[in-house]
């Protein structure tokens, strides 16, 4: 039997596809760039793009972990060619255990992914 939560069941089951559909194709945009425009740090900016990504999968692992009832760890910090796989397993761990608000939390951190890219 499927939890339950706010979103009721058929609500939170398409929550939960419309974040897989969106962890993949963010995860195919990150495989697909270059590596030397995801390290680049562009003028006026602190940090690459690679940087947010890893920020953001970090993010992910952290919402699946408190939905999981599990302590938040680190990632490992992965080279930039394997960042986008990173992204997806992170963020279909939480498409799987996330509730109504941790999947909208989810949506807001590819957000600022893909605003990084």
């Keep these: 039997m499927e939890d339950t939560d706010e979103l009721g069941a058929p609500a939170l ?5 419309e974040l897989s559909r969106s962890l993949d194709l963010q995860a ?6 270059p590596l030397t425009r995801l390290e680049r740090v562009r003028p006026g900016e602190d940090t690459s793009p690679a ?5 953001g999968a970090q993010a992910l692992a952290d919402l699946a972990a408190d939905a999981e009832g599990e302590p938040r760890r680190a990632l490992p910090r992965l080279a930039t060619h ?5 992204l997806a397993v992170v963020g279909h761990d939480l498409a799987a255990a996330g509730d109504g608000a941790a999947l909208a939390a989810a949506h807001e951190v590819l957000a600022r992914v893909r605003r990084a890219l």
Excluded at 28 to 33: E, G, Q, T, Y
Excluded at 51 to 55: E, F, P
Excluded at 82 to 86: P, S
């Design 82 to 86: 394997g960042l986008g796989d990173q």
């Design 13 to 17: 089951r398409a929550a939960r596809a």
């Design 28 to 33: 195919d945009r990150v495989r697909s760039l």
């Design 51 to 55: 940087d947010a990504v890893r920020a």
